[in-house]
């Protein structure tokens, strides 16, 4: 699918970001600026929502935003979507570095959405961080969850259980795990962290899950099973990388990653994309690009490589030979023990 600016030199598609759901239908959904734009003033700028539907985004526009203030290029960058207020909704900021220069601040469906019962969180840099998803799993496979305590018993003193499948296995209603530590349900906290161990766990996988309450209740045993936001759309839950290596910024520079992925987005038909990427020590290399469901659509590389930068490229084909569709893919680096991971965006076959 093909998203094309209605008006010559703005700049369609300089930055983009997609995959949460800013609307509230469940689906994720795609961001588009144009920042050289001319609305009611010359290079005002313009971003474009584009709603999730199934396959890919639709090509109606579901919301168009502007800035109103000459030059100011709104649309120059989009942040990745993220929750801000916790409301189990993506929300959207917006620079607009023209001008004066201005971040604009918008709240998913408008303001305060329904918040989701269990939120997925992943350890990032010794802290537990919201993803709307998928949250990336710990090397021994763990995750941590934010459970709202609500249960039917009352106030009691509840144990959150949980059941993890790998993708494409349907749920059976059989626990996974339990959180070792009953919460009480009538703290005003409303909602506690659990732990969330994941069985067979299985490299360059996804994983869905879902949660539910039980408490020594006679008339209340058990809650029924919640899921995260991400179910909605059919989207994973979690994701298996391999071996996560945490690295700071101080880091960074000295550890095997990638470098660059160009171009991103792909908007011609039929272009290569180029993964770059830098090892700090001679040994052996893959690189795999994955879909939004974590199935691997192509292996791009897989052998020795030596110390210093490198590189392979993807022409947008699957291992069968045929073009992938339009839509968000993960390309996946392993060197060793470490790993890394980059998202591209392809507008086009």
């Known amino acids: 699918r093909i998203y094309r600016g209605t008006q010559a030199g703005a700049r369609y598609g300089e930055a983009i970001a997609g995959g949460g759901d800013l609307t509230g239908d469940g689906r994720g959904d795609l961001v588009i600026g144009a920042p050289r734009f001319d609305g009611l003033q010359v290079d005002e700028g313009k971003v474009e929502i584009r709603a999730g ?31 801000l207020n916790d409301d189990g909704l993506a929300d959207l900021i917006i620079g607009a570095p023209g001008a004066a220069g201005r971040v604009y601040a918008y709240l998913g469906e408008g303001g305060a959405g329904f918040r989701s019962p269990l939120r997925l969180l992943e350890l990032a840099g010794g802290d537990l961080v919201q993803r709307l998803h998928p949250a990336r799993l710990g090397t ?86 919640t899921s995260p936001e991400a179910h909605k759309s059919g989207d994973l839950d979690l994701w298996m990388a391999g071996a996560v290596v945490d690295a700071g910024s101080a880091d960074i520079a000295h550890a095997s990653h990638i470098t660059r992925i160009t171009p991103n987005p792909v908007v011609a038909l039929g272009a290569d994309v180029r993964v770059e990427f830098v090892l700090t ?23 020795e490589a030596a110390v210093g930068p490198g590189s392979a490229t993807w022409d947008g084909r699957d291992t069968a030979g045929r073009p992938v569709a339009a839509g968000m893919y993960f390309v996946e680096f392993r060197a060793g023990s470490r790993s890394d991971r980059a998202k591209v965006v392809r507008l086009g076959p």
């Open 140 to 225: 021994g496979g763990e995750a941590w969850a934010r459970v709202d305590l609500a249960s039917p018993a009352g106030r009691s003193r509840a144990w959150v259980e949980f059941e993890a499948v790998p993708q494409n296995v349907a749920f059976t209603g059989r626990p996974t795990s339990r959180h070792p530590v009953p919460f009480d349900t009538g703290i005003m906290a409303n909602s506690e962290y659990a732990e969330l161990p994941v069985p067979q766990l299985l490299p360059g996988r996804g994983y869905h899950v879902r949660s539910r309450l039980v408490s020594r209740s006679p008339f209340f045993p058990r809650s029924a099973w």
């Open 281 to 303: 020590a001679a040994g052996p290399v893959a690189i795999d690009v994955f879909d939004a469901r974590g199935a691997r659509v192509r292996r791009l590389r897989r052998g």
């Open 53 to 83: 539907a199934d396959g890919a985004p639709s090509t109606g526009l579901e919301t168009a935003l502007g800035s109103g203030i000459n030059g100011a290029h709104f649309g120059g960058s989009i942040a990745p979507l993220a929750d």
